[in-house]
Nanobody, 123 residues
Framework: VQLQASGGGLVQAGGSLRVSCAAS????????MGWYRQAPGKERELVAT???????NYGDSVKGRFTIPRDNAKNTVTLQMNSLKPEDTAVYYC??????????????????WGKGTLVTVSS
């Protein structure tokens, strides 16, 4: 199984950025997908998750600014980030799991992780 993240980079505060995750080696439509992030010196934080039938859960800090569409035909999940803030700076990780509980409440149990892509928001 591979989760290949792409699209990170540097953006000014208030701007937008999209990161994408291409999955291979798994039955994508059967998996809950999500994005987590980790900033230097901070704990890993849930950003957003999307279930197999499209139900979405956002972390409180990104509600109203981020969206997480998935494309089961292309085996991809995207994180569209708008109105970015310096505190959004982090390494963003794509995740896949068969369990909603693991995906939303127990990340240490998540089946698969991508390598991460760095998002830097300058003030």
């Amino acid at each position: 199984v591979q989760l290949q993240a792409s699209g990170g980079g540097l953006v000014q505060a208030g701007g937008s950025l999209r990161v994408s995750c291409a999955a291979s080696g798994l039955t994508f439509r059967a998996y809950y997908m999500g994005w987590y992030r980790q900033a230097p010196g901070k704990e890993r934080e849930l950003v957003a998750t999307i279930s197999t039938d499209g139900r979405i859960n956002y972390g409180d800090s990104v509600k109203g600014r981020f969206t997480i569409p998935r494309d089961n035909a292309k085996n991809t999940v995207t994180l569209q980030m708008n109105s970015l803030k310096p505190e959004d700076t982090a390494v963003y990780y794509c995740a896949a799991d068969l369990s909603l509980g693991d995906m939303t409440r127990r990340p240490e149990g998540i089946n698969y992780w991508g390598k991460g892509t760095l998002v830097t928001v300058s003030s």
